[in-house]
């Protein structure tokens, strides 16, 4: 008879480690501190912001196909080496950024190298020398993958609570 070694894990014990990871990537984010950050993301990442239709109610309000972003690995890392050469004018100055993280629900677990979470969010965005900030609402449904150096962002589908965009643009990530 071989035992499994590994616990046995259930959602419960999972959320310290989700929690953990939100609290981190947020941290990394609002420093701007990209290259620890991608080191959080797995190398199949699919990263989503869907458009909001506003005639529409529930799951369906997101499914008009269009995306504010839909990025994978080689996207994220694009975007970030562009806004290290200085002429992403989009971001220049950079965004300062404060997240606030909340209401983390981690999902039963279907397999035991993944896990799937959900969150509120709150991100804080002011540019240059603006007089006032932006709040950008949002709720996030996160799939990660358990490795041996912890959780990997495998998934992320980003859900605006604004059909319209509070700001002039969006090149932060969520």
Known sequence: MTENLQPALDASSML???TQFYGL???LLDEQRFDEWVGLIDDEIR???PVRAVHKRG??????GGHRMEDNKARILARLARLKTGH??????????????GSVYVEPLQAPDTVTATCAVFVYRLRGQESEGTV???RRRDRFKRTP??????ERT??????VLPIANLAIFL
């Open 16 to 18: 310290p480690l989700v």
């Open 149 to 154: 150096t912890g959780l990997k962002l495998a």
């Open 136 to 138: 950008i609402a949002l």
């Open 25 to 27: 990537e947020s941290m």
């Open 88 to 101: 992403a004018w989009v971001e220049e100055p950079p965004s300062r950024t404060v997240r606030l993280v």
């Open 59 to 64: 799951d369906d309000e997101y499914l008009s």
């Open 47 to 49: 990263y989503a912001v």
């Open 158 to 163: 980003v859900l605006m609570a604004d059909a």
